[in-house]
């Protein structure tokens, strides 16, 4: 089973033996909401996290990706968007090394409450986004081999 790392923003919580993170006071606060996975994620094995709970005040404050930082060598946990070697669907925008590069299919400002979001990384190093376990298709390619991506 999944769970998050204990090193994560400082407006998250940890509950349940790290398999749930929930945002500190969501209505008032946005960013340092960020999460990591306790170990790096395996090739060919889909991540997946469930929606329990939205907040409508944020736009887009739902973001999904992969770096190549290990949490515990980070200086200062913000913005995902912001991270440098870092490949991430935010809204309905792919987003790498802190750059917009474009559109995608799946828009995660649109799941619902109960809703599954995944991805995986393929042999081929390409990265794909699941939602309720329907691939959405290749969102990147030629990530960096030989990396580890949490």
């Not at 790096?40 to 190549?68: H, M, R, Y």
């Not at 792919?94 to 809703?115: A, F, H, M, R, T």
């Not at 309720?132 to 990396?147: H, M, Q, S, V, Y």
Request: net charge negative.
């Amino acid at each position: 089973m999944w769970k998050f790392d204990r090193l994560c923003g400082e407006n998250i919580s940890l509950d349940n033996n790290c398999t749930t993170a929930k945002r500190q006071n969501p209505i008032d606060t946005y960013g340092y909401g960020i999460c990591f996975t306790n170990t790096p994620l395996v090739i060919c094995e889909v991540f997946e996290i469930q929606v329990d709970k939205i907040v409508t005040k944020w736009n887009s404050a739902v973001c999904l990706g992969v770096t190549t930082h290990i949490p515990h060598n980070l200086t200062k946990i913000g913005y995902g968007l912001l991270l440098k070697e870092s490949w991430l669907l935010h809204g309905s925008s792919l987003w790498e090394n802190g750059n917009d590069i474009g559109p995608y299919s799946l828009k995660i400002n649109d799941v619902q409450v109960g809703d599954k979001l995944g991805m995986m990384i393929a042999p081929d190093s390409t990265l794909n986004f699941y939602l309720n376990g329907i691939d959405n298709g290749k969102a990147f390619c030629n990530l960096p081999e030989g990396t580890t991506e949490y």
